[in-house]
């Protein structure tokens, strides 16, 4: 018999850059995040929830609120539901989650660090879906040749600011070449 696990909001912080509302759900005794869905500020209704004590969602905020300011955050405390992942999507996600703030890979050398060299589209997909912006770094992720890529599934527009706003907060050096947004190395 599958027993029903509750997924629920936890935690809902919005801010100048972002709307951010973390989803959890507790199972065999532990907390763990399910997704961060991340959406522009002052767009839809935001609902209001009362903080969920014991999910930590005031930890979960205030650590996103740092972060948002600029400072050195670990999200290291959070469990995040990976079941739903294949192997590799696990391996590519885990690797992506260790990148240093104020650096950035491009999606080669992410395929290269998760054991699958060749698989650098594929790694871009996963990537582009990844249920846990922020908590795992995906706006470190760039081309070969710096170009800032999409985020969030989008090539333009706020989901674009919205990176190239993270990476600048990590002080990361982005710039103008054309009209393409880039890192500047």
Not at 7 to 20: S, T, W, Y
Not at 33 to 60: C, H, M, N, Y
Not at 78 to 84: F, G, H, N, V, Y
């Amino acid at each position: 018999m599958l027993q029903k696990i509750e997924n629920k909001i936890v935690a809902i912080l919005q801010n100048e850059m972002a709307c951010f509302s973390v989803f959890a759900k507790h199972e065999n005794k532990k907390n763990i995040i399910t997704s961060v869905l991340l959406s522009e500020p002052g767009k839809g209704r935001i609902p209001q929830i009362k903080p969920v004590a014991d999910f930590g969602a005031d930890k979960i905020a205030e650590s996103i609120q740092k972060y948002c300011e600029g400072k050195k955050v670990s999200f290291g405390f959070l469990s995040l539901d990976l079941s739903w992942c294949t192997r590799f999507q696990r391996a590519v996600l885990e690797s992506a989650r260790k990148i240093e703030r104020g650096t950035t890979v491009s999606y080669s050398e992410l395929a290269v660090k998760a054991g699958y060299p060749k698989a650098v589209r594929a790694v871009a997909s996963v990537m582009r879906n990844n249920r846990f912006p922020i908590i795992i770094p995906c706006h470190r992720v760039v081309a070969k040749d710096g170009y800032i890529g999409g985020y969030m599934g989008a090539k333009s527009g706020w989901p674009i600011e919205l990176k190239r706003k993270l990476l600048v907060l990590e002080g990361v050096t982005v710039g103008l070449t054309g009209n393409r947004i880039v890192v500047k190395q």
